[in-house]
Structure formats: C-alpha cells, structure tokens
C-alpha cells in the first residue's frame, strides 16, 4: 500500500522557522503537495514539487529528495497565523493518466507568542 | 471569481439514511474530486469527475457514489449510513484534474447517529 508520514504535532515560536518533514513510500511518483489546513476551514495549497530540489516561495519553501522519498515544508519568520494543519500529498501513476493523490494525516502546527 | 460551494455545510443523519451532498466547482473547471476528512485516517480520496465522467476513483464502498452534471455541479451520494460515515467531506475543483493545484470547498459536515 501508500504510505505517506508526517510527524503529529509541532510547536514553535513566533518568528521561527520550523522544518515539518513528510516521508513517502507509494508505487510510482508523479508530484508532492503541500497543503494548509486551518481548523474548520478548507486545505489551501501551498507548493507542488515534482523535481528534486528546493522551491521558495516567500515565507514558505518546499523541498524534495525523489531518491530519499523525501520532503519537507520550511516556514520562516512563523506568525501566529500560520498555526494550522499542514498536509502532505502525494501523486502516484494510476490506472489512468492522473494516477492516485494520497495524503498524510497532517501536522499540526502551533505556533506560540 | 467565486470559490467552490458546497451546500449543505452540516447534515445529521441516522445510521441506514441516505444523503446527498452537492458541490459547485470554480466557474471554469471542469474537475471536481472528493474527498473524505477524518481525524483517524486524515483526508483520503473518494473520487473524481471530469465533464461527467468518472475517472478515478479511491477504495470505498459501493455505497459511495457520484455524478457530475453538464455544468460541472457535482453531487456525491452515500447510502445506508453507518456511523463510520461521519466525516467533514471535502469536494475540490481544478481546470483539468487534480494532478494540479486544487481548490477545496469548505466541506460538509456530517454527524451519522
């Protein structure tokens, strides 16, 4: 089966930076997600990485190791309103040309004053 | 542009129901994907539409179902409930498929008693 493992919770300091990692172990790859959850509300994207290497985007950067089945989220200078669930998501080949996107249980992240 | 609606926002129903949950995507996209969120098994992949056709679908019951209409509306079915049922159900919309970044909808609550 997929597997796909991101640490429960985290906590950290206004800011901060706090690297949450995901590992994954799935039949094929086509591309990780990254997404924020904030409680109540609908997952956001953050960053899509499909090639090794780090991408960054503002405050936020995404980074991949293919080889490793690797990931991480980085988010730098935390502020209280980046407390929330963030969602690692993996797409694998499937039957069709989309394949299969299987996420991980999240982390959540609390971010103190 | 408007984001992704769902209707109903919170349903309770009682075990051996039915119920029908509906979700209009972003004007323009033609992908709607569903997904069910629980705190046990996180957010998985029920299935995905693309101009009323159903093109992939994740591992649940025959009890789940789905349709997408001409205008891209899509409504996802489960019948007779059972309490394992309760979820926060995420529909989430793309132009092409959710090989891209996905829009989510706030979600449906349901409460299966």
């Known amino acids: 089966g997929q597997n796909i493992d991101q640490p429960t919770e985290m906590t950290a300091t206004e800011g901060a930076i706090v690297q949450i990692n995901c590992t994954y172990q799935?039949?094929?790859?086509?591309?990780l997600f990254w997404y924020q959850q904030h409680a109540g509300e609908a997952p956001t994207f953050l960053s899509y990485?499909?090639?090794?290497g780090l991408e960054e985007k503002g405050r936020f950067s995404s980074f991949l190791s293919r080889s490793k089945g690797y990931s991480y989220l980085l988010l730098k200078e935390l502020q209280m309103k980046d407390s929330a669930s963030y969602l690692c998501?993996?797409?694998?080949?499937?039957?069709?040309?989309?394949?299969?996107?299987?996420f991980g249980r999240g982390t959540q992240l609390t971010v103190w004053p | 542009k408007a984001g992704v609606t769902q209707t109903p926002r919170y349903l309770i129903k009682t075990r051996g129901q039915q119920v029908t949950l509906s979700c209009s995507p972003i004007s323009g996209h033609r992908s709607v994907s569903w997904y069910q969120q629980t705190p046990g098994q996180g957010l998985q992949f029920l299935f995905e539409?693309?101009?009323?056709?159903?093109?992939n679908k994740g591992n649940f019951p025959g009890r789940f179902s789905g349709r997408q209409f001409s205008n891209s509306r899509s409504e996802m079915n489960v019948s007779t409930l059972e309490l394992g049922d309760s979820a926060l159900y995420l529909c989430?919309?793309?132009?092409?498929?959710?090989?891209?970044?996905?829009?989510f909808g706030p979600g449906t609550r349901l409460l299966v008693l």
């Open positions: 998501a993996v797409l694998t080949p499937g039957g069709s040309t989309l394949g299969r996107l299987y």
């Open positions: 539409y693309f101009s009323e056709t159903q093109r």
């Open positions: 989430a919309s793309s132009f092409q498929g959710y090989q891209e970044t996905q829009y």
């Open positions: 799935t039949s094929g790859f086509n591309g």
């Open positions: 990485n499909v090639l090794d």
